[in-house]
């Protein structure tokens, strides 16, 4: 095992990633010859997140709105432009590519397109190989051996070798990418979309065969998709991201049952089911417009915009994450957890999205029984009606 | 009376490797201001099957007929045909970026295909109406929009404008091969929505082509599943959702997570689907199939009626009577399973499981620390 620099403190035991206002701004350029920056895409703007050991933490959000950035900044992919990023309690923004190279092992990634994440022209032995070859971990025989039980680990045949990328169906090239990534026996397993390219009956194939690598070998995940039943099922935590913030996070079943933020609200409405009649019960919230620009993000709460509770403060003052007070205070209406302020993060991330606490960045947060579909009709309504 | 009746569609593809079977015989009607939801795999033939209607598959071998308001498409010449495409029967594809010009703007687009099919259309007229149905697809400031090109707009005002340039000419029956599959939730809801609605006012007939079983479940009316270039199972929606027959429909269905089971481990169908170049013997679904017996083997089942419900069809060996999702009906599965299960068919069978082993095997070593937390949650 690497060596790590890490002196956790007893409440940080069950922490493996904790990222701490993370920022990543990219620059757009224009002009000729010099080229000069004119603007910065906000993808991920003062992002905190924890992820626990052997758990799994879901990303979901829309096209844009930052949770692939996000991950590889986790990943050590790309350096953020601001905050910190530690692993196993090591800043990874800090170290230099040397010193980098030993925490690369403890990350690793899994992409969403099978076809394209592989070498077309390589035989998949070498490609599943090539984590020990860079890390010069196992070699020759050895190697060979280690790539065949990592193959039979995922479900692939070993003596299917020397065989190419072409010759395996989608599924079984998830596996692919999915044995590579197991190779040097990471912590923490980042899947970026892993089974949206996969045809619905292998999908559950590719998600039983994780759940099982997560428990046999204890691996953390971040779990990114766009897919919210798919997040529901893997996730432990899952945190809800629009335009390069957490808009509201949670543990998941409470994440899904008592949904507090607006935009989680219309996104769990939206969402397919594959059920007519409770597709035809739920009523759905239809959002205006479409997601803002990341270069010039709306001031005040980013989605007011589009909310159908928005009020004049939403778009001036920006609502920070806060802790679901309702739940300890029944009949709260809500006004009274946006007043109740920001509360200071426990070190054992209670309030980091990824803890165990329900936050959410909202003003006005949705309370149980209210119908946001009605609310969209008298903008500013507020409340709404209390259950 | 019935808008598209298409019997017996065969379509293939000569290639080096082989001939690619795409589409093996199915048969299907539309009725006017109805929604058919076509749901299946990659390589299930969905696609090819809709698109041999609109004479889009060049160099494919065609036989079996498909009358639409009584001409059969798949007799008419090139010319005749460019009159039914746009006109009578109008495309929105998967893709709103590709399916776009990115160098004309997307009201000229429109434009040009209302005045392709209406000669004595002015380019003013044209123009004008591209900005109405840019404003009844819900583009917000249709008249200024109107000038922008693809790129300027979102992913979801593209396919706003691809469902506006299918409506330009007003077309009976609207052909919509994975509307929704490159956008985001809270987008498709809209584009849903909005299709859903566009139908109600005009009484256009829908097919919806997709993989998604959410979308069919919101929106469509009739149901087919196909499966290696077959219908699997036709009925309407609630019967193939609550009393599924076919192993493949209750496969698909079991295979997605959702919120009543979401603790539970997933049930995936085992292997994957066939090559069309070198298709299974008998029933194409048996080497992935539970209730695998030795007539699946030998014989391909045809579509028959399942109970007493006239629109409900499957084309599996099992009773008409096995339909459901309840445990009587499970029940009788397995009775005639265990009935007609030979040493051959129980090889198939061993061998889907085995597939399905590999990490099952393991899980009962692994499992024993999860099992606790399943049983919390």
């Not at chain 1, 993808?43 to 709105?65: F, M, N, P, Q, Y």
């Not at chain 1, 980013?302 to 009020?311: E, G, I, M, S």
Request: aromatic share 4%.
């Amino acid at each position: 095992m690497a060596p790590l620099m890490a002196q956790p403190t007893a409440n940080e035991d069950d922490v493996l990633v904790r990222v701490e206002n993370a920022v990543k701004y990219f620059p757009v350029k224009a002009g000729g010859f010099i080229k000069h920056t004119v603007g910065q895409v906000h993808a991920v703007d003062d992002v905190s997140l924890v992820i626990e050991r052997g758990k799994t933490l879901g990303l979901v959000g829309e096209t844009g709105s930052g949770k692939s950035t996000l991950a590889r900044c986790v990943a050590g992919l790309i350096p953020v432009t601001s905050g910190q990023v530690f692993i196993n309690g090591t800043d990874i923004t800090k170290l230099s590519r040397g010193a980098m190279r030993p925490l690369r092992r403890e990350v690793q990634m899994i992409f969403q397109d099978p076809y394209s994440s592989l070498n077309p022209r390589r035989r998949v032995g070498a490609i599943i190989g090539d984590p020990f070859a860079i890390h010069k971990t196992a070699t020759g025989a050895e190697r060979k051996r280690k790539v065949q039980e990592l193959m039979e680990r995922v479900g692939l045949n070993p003596e299917h070798y020397n065989r190419f990328p072409a010759e395996f169906s989608g599924g079984q090239r998830q596996r692919i990418g999915v044995a590579r990534a197991l190779a040097l026996r990471p912590k923490l397993i980042i899947c970026d979309e892993p089974v949206s390219a996969l045809d619905v009956s292998i999908q559950a194939q590719v998600l039983n065969l994780l759940s099982d690598l997560q428990q046999e070998y204890g691996l953390s995940y971040l779990f990114i998709a766009h897919d919210l039943e798919v997040v529901r099922h893997v996730s432990d935590k899952v945190a809800v991201m629009y335009l390069g913030r957490i808009g509201e996070a949670a543990p998941a079943e409470e994440l899904y049952d008592r949904p507090r933020h607006p935009y989680t609200v219309a996104l769990l409405s939206a969402a397919p089911a594959a059920d007519p009649d409770t597709a035809a019960a739920r009523q759905r919230i239809i959002l205006t417009g479409d997601v803002p620009s990341p270069i010039d993000p709306p001031a005040g709460c980013r989605f007011h915009p589009r909310c159908p509770k928005a009020q004049e403060i939403c778009a001036k003052v920006e609502p920070q994450l806060v802790r679901d007070q309702s739940a300890a205070q029944p009949g709260d209406d809500g006004q009274q957890a946006a007043d109740a302020g920001q509360t200071d993060a426990s070190p054992m991330g209670g309030d980091v999205p990824g803890g165990w606490a329900h936050v959410t960045a909202c003003h006005f947060p949705v309370v149980p029984g209210e119908n946001l579909a009605t609310a969209g009709a008298v903008a500013g309504a507020g409340k709404g009606d209390v259950a | 009376m019935t808008l598209l009746e298409v019997k017996d569609l065969h379509v293939s593809f000569p290639t080096t490797d082989g001939l690619v079977q795409a589409v093996r015989g199915v048969s299907f009607d539309v009725e006017p201001g109805r929604t058919l939801g076509i749901v299946g795999e990659s390589g299930s033939g969905k696609t090819v099957l809709t698109q041999t209607l609109l004479g889009l598959t060049p160099g494919a071998d065609v036989a079996g007929s498909a009358l639409f308001e009584g001409t059969d498409l798949l007799q008419l010449s090139e010319d005749e045909l460019r009159h039914v495409r746009g006109e009578r029967i109008s495309v929105i594809f998967q893709d709103p970026l590709t399916s776009l010009h990115p160098l004309y703007r997307i009201g000229w687009q429109i434009s040009e295909m209302i005045r392709a099919h209406e000669k004595s259309v002015s380019k003013k007229e044209a123009a004008a109406r591209s900005v109405e149905l840019l404003r009844r697809v819900g583009i917000p400031k249709p008249e200024i929009r109107v000038n922008d090109y693809p790129h300027q707009f979102s992913g979801g005002m593209r396919q706003r404008a691809m469902i506006a340039m299918a409506l330009a000419l007003d077309p009976r029956l609207i052909i919509a091969d994975e509307p929704t599959t490159a956008l985001d939730a809270t987008v498709q809801a809209q584009i849903l929505d909005l299709l859903l609605r566009l139908q109600q006012d005009s009484g256009t007939a829908l097919i919806i082509i997709t993989h998604d079983l959410g979308v069919v479940a919101d929106i469509a009316d009739d149901v087919m599943v196909m499966y290696a270039g077959r219908a699997a199972e036709k009925a309407p929606k609630r019967d193939i959702f609550y009393a599924p027959h076919h192993p493949y429909t209750k496969g698909l269905l079991e295979s997605i997570p959702s919120s009543k089971a979401a603790s539970e481990r997933l049930k995936p169908i085992p292997g994957q689907p066939p090559s069309l170049i070198n298709l299974p013997s008998g029933c194409k679904f048996h080497p992935r199939c539970g209730y695998v017996f030795d007539r699946c083997l030998t014989e391909e089942p045809v579509l028959h009626p399942v109970a007493e419900r006239g629109s409900h069809a499957s084309a599996c060996w099992l009773p008409a009577t096995a339909a459901g999702l309840s445990a009587e009906a499970e029940e009788l599965r397995e009775q005639v399973v265990q009935a007609e299960r030979g040493a051959e068919a129980a090889v198939v069978a061993a061998a889907a499981l085995a597939e399905l082993g590999v990490s099952a095997a393991e899980d009962a070593a692994g499992d024993r620390p999860g099992d606790n937390e399943g049983s919390v949650a």
